[in-house]
């Protein structure tokens, strides 16, 4: 029987930031893995249609990678 790995953690976060009247800037920063030593990936969106698009790609992209069948060692 080998060692099990502890679950893998991913990260997401948004920054929002006013911008006045041209609207708001969007910063999502997404962590694939937090025990891995890598740079997150950062993309600046100026909607909120733009920004769930990119958390949604994110959670699908886990779902992915951690569902049954899939080997993550």
């Given at each position: 029987?080998?060692?099990?790995?502890?679950?893998?953690v991913?990260?997401?976060?948004?920054?929002?930031?006013?911008?006045?009247?041209?609207?708001?800037?969007?910063?999502?920063?997404?962590?694939?893995?937090?025990?891995v030593?890598?740079p997150?990936?950062?993309?600046?969106?100026?909607?909120?249609?733009?920004?769930?698009?990119?958390?949604?790609?994110?959670?699908?992209?886990?779902?992915?990678?951690?569902?049954?069948?899939?080997?993550?060692?």
């Open positions: 029987m080998g060692r099990s790995r502890p679950p893998r991913a990260v997401c976060v948004l920054r929002v930031e006013s911008r006045g009247e041209t609207g708001v800037l969007i910063t999502v920063t997404t962590t694939s893995d937090v025990g030593r890598a997150g990936r950062t993309r600046s969106v100026t909607g909120s249609a733009e920004a769930l698009a990119l958390v949604a790609g994110f959670l699908d992209e886990y779902e992915q990678v951690e569902s049954p069948g899939h080997e993550s060692n």
